[in-house]
Structure formats: structure tokens, C-alpha cells
């Protein structure tokens, strides 16, 4: 439908936004392909995180508790943070968009790294904020393109770091000097949905800096290394007034009772999170020499995933589809000639490895 023939015209800018598209999950005619195109973790939730889920299952009828509180409190101990500064949401996407309605609007700037995830500059035009991409050096982030595209219009800056679809990261000493050089009104927000992967000596999660610089959010998910992707829960630390607003802007009971219950007995579970670490960067590793062997140089990753270049990435991907295996296409995010593949278990490795080893390059 045009827009000359709608019936209720929306708010101007909405029709500048492409609707994001998650990673493919079928295959037609296959009845279990090997899903590595959402960065899920291969071997699920925490069997602790599943028998909560389940135990709740007789108060579904009940209304879940709108603060989130056994979880904030359980992650203010995991992490030794203020519980007050913790904010759940549905979904990190959630405190996404929450921060952009907070602080953006028409008129304003949402400055984010080129290749950075695609809810920020949708999140900022649905606000009618004005989406500004820095470009980056080397697939990475760089401070001194941000700190150049940064005016007096710059409300959040957006900073995946590690990189989702790129895998790079910047160190602490960045981070610190890309904070130092923002202007005042400009409020820094970490994406840290990928934290857990990081084995990085210079990396820092950045929840120091909330409470160090009043100037910094953090958030994280429970979609990824917690394999909790389908209850869509997500987290923010932020200094005290920014959680204050976003509680006010966040739905009353935004996070449902089986997802607070699952992420408590999660958090509980840190056997099951150091496991998935562990195996992700043994077939990370691996992966990326086999690769290496077929004369494809991955991108250095700290995720669980790695960005993959191919001389016709569609190709490749149509071919891997005969092969049963789903990856990410990466054109949405300016990466046409790449393809994204999450780290899945040794045989999905494998599968991937044997598969390539076929293709017509």
C-alpha cells in the first residue's frame, strides 16, 4: 500500500525505516537445519533455567512483579552493582528503543559505528531522531570517526561493543577516550549483548564507568550465552536518574514471569555459562583455521560468531541452504561481500567445514 492510500497517515520518518530482519530458521523440505544465522547459543539454556520456566507454568494467570525484583537483585550480587540502577526490559532491543524516546527526538542526533547493529538507526528514526554512522577503520570501531560526526545535536552515541556483525571490540583506553571526547549532552550507551564471549585482556564490560562518569549505559541480554532467546529479556545499568526514566517509559509488567524465573535460576548456573564459553572459543578457533585453509580469512571475532568474506556471499549462502545450513546475509549492514556464521557445536563446525570444502569458490 502507498502511502498517498493509507487511511491514517503515520508520523513523518516512519516510512524511513526498514524493518529488521532476524536470521532465517527453515529450510524448505529440511526438517532440522543447522541454525547459524541468530548467534544463539547451540546448547541452549541452563537444564536449571528450563526446570524454573516449567515449575511456573500453574501462574500463568498471574501477573508477573513489574520491578523484576528477585532478578535485579540477583544480578546486583552476580556483578556487585546498585540493584536501584538495573532496569529489565524485553529484550536489550527494548532499552534500546526506551533510550532513544528518552533522549532523541526531531531534531536530534543518534550517532552509532557503520557497521554497528541495525535497532540503532531504527530506533532513532522512529523517533524521528536523526541516525547518524561513523564510518569505521578495519571493520572496527573508530574514535576519532566518532568523535568527528559528534555535534551539539548528539544525544546517545551507540557503541556494540563487542561488534555484532563484525566481531571486533575496543579496548578500555578507547572506550575512556571516546567518552572524554563526547560532548556533554551526549549520553554513551555500551551494547555489551556479547560480554560473556570475550577473552580480550584489554576489554572491559564497562559497568564501572556507569557509576565512575554518571555519563554511561550498559546493557546486556540473556539471549545469547544464556541461551534465553525466546523469553526476550535484556538488562541496562545506568546511572540513577537515566533508570528512573526509563522506568518510567517501560511497560508496567515488560518482563514476563516465566522469563524472570528462567534468568534468576540462569544466573545461578554459571557452570552451564562457563561451558558454552569454553566450547565457543575452542570452535571458534578452529573454524576460523579450517577457514584459513580454504583460503578465507575470517575476521578476528571475540563473539560467538565470525564474519566471513566471500567473492559472491549470496552464493555461498544459497549453496550452504543445499547443504542444510542457514547463515546471515550481512547487505543490511553495508557487508554485502560477507557472511556472518554463529559458532555452533563441533558437528555444526564441521557440517559448516565440509560444506565449504564443495563450494566452487
Keep these: 500500500m502507498s502511502i498517498a492510500t493509507r487511511r491514517f497517515a503515520p508520523r513523518p520518518g516512519i516510512f524511513d525505516v526498514e524493518p529488521y530482519v532476524g536470521g532465517e530458521a527453515r529450510i524448505p523440505g529440511v526438517t532440522e537445519p543447522i541454525r547459524l544465522a541468530a548467534n544463539e547459543n547451540p546448547f541452549g539454556p541452563s537444564r536449571k533455567a528450563v526446570e524454573a520456566y516449567a515449575e511456573v507454568a500453574g501462574g500463568l494467570h498471574r501477573y508477573p512483579d513489574g520491578g523484576s525484583t528477585a532478578l535485579r537483585d540477583t544480578l546486583a550480587e552476580l556483578h556487585g552493582l546498585d540493584a536501584a540502577r538495573i532496569v529489565c526490559g524485553n529484550g536489550s532491543d527494548e532499552l534500546i528503543s526506551l533510550l532513544v524516546r528518552a533522549y532523541a527526538g526531531p531534531g536530534d542526533e543518534v550517532l552509532y559505528s557503520r557497521h554497528g547493529f541495525l535497532m540503532y538507526p531504527i530506533a532513532a528514526k522512529t523517533a524521528g531522531a536523526t541516525a547518524v554512522a561513523a ?30 556483525p563484525t566481531g571486533s571490540y575496543l579496548p578500555d583506553r578507547e572506550i575512556r577516550r571516546l567518552l572524554d571526547g563526547l560532548p556533554e549532552q551526549a549520553l554513551l550507551v555500551l551494547d555489551t549483548a556479547y560480554v560473556e564471549y570475550v577473552q580480550a585482556a584489554d576489554y572491559s564490560d564497562g559497568l564501572k564507568l556507569v557509576e565512575e562518569t554518571e555519563r554511561v549505559v550498559v546493557t546486556r541480554t540473556f ?139
Design 135 to 164: 564510518p569505521e577503520r578495519n571493520l572496527t570501531a573508530d574514535v576519532d570517526a566518532l568523535l568527528a560526526h559528534a555535534s551539539d545535536k548528539t544525544r546517545l552515541v551507540f557503541l556494540a561493543n563487542p561488534n555484532n
Design 223 to 361: 539471549s545469547k550465552i544464556y541461551g534465553l532467546a525466546a523469553l526476550r529479556l535484556g538488562w541496562a545499568y545506568a546511572p540513577a536518574e537515566v533508570a528512573d526514566v526509563l522506568n518510567r517509559l517501560r511497560g508496567p509488567f515488560n518482563v514476563s514471569l516465566p522469563a524472570q524465573v528462567a534468568a534468576v535460576a540462569a544466573l545461578g548456573d554459571q557452570e552451564h555459562l562457563r561451558h558454552s564459553a569454553e566450547q565457543n572459543s575452542t570452535w571458534r578457533t578452529w573454524f576460523a583455521e579450517q577457514l584459513a585453509r580454504l583460503n578465507i580469512r575470517a575476521e578476528p571475532s571475540e563473539g560467538n560468531f565470525l564474519l566471513v568474506p566471500f567473492a559472491d556471499a549470496p552464493a555461498a549462502a544459497a549453496f550452504l541452504k543445499t547443504r542444510g545450513i542457514l547463515v546471515r546475509a550481512m547487505a543490511a549492514y553495508g557487508l554485502p561481500g560477507h557472511l556472518r556464521v554463529t559458532v555452533g557445536t563441533e558437528a555444526e563446525m564441521r557440517a559448516v567445514v565440509a560444506a565449504l570444502k564443495d563450494y566452487p569458490q
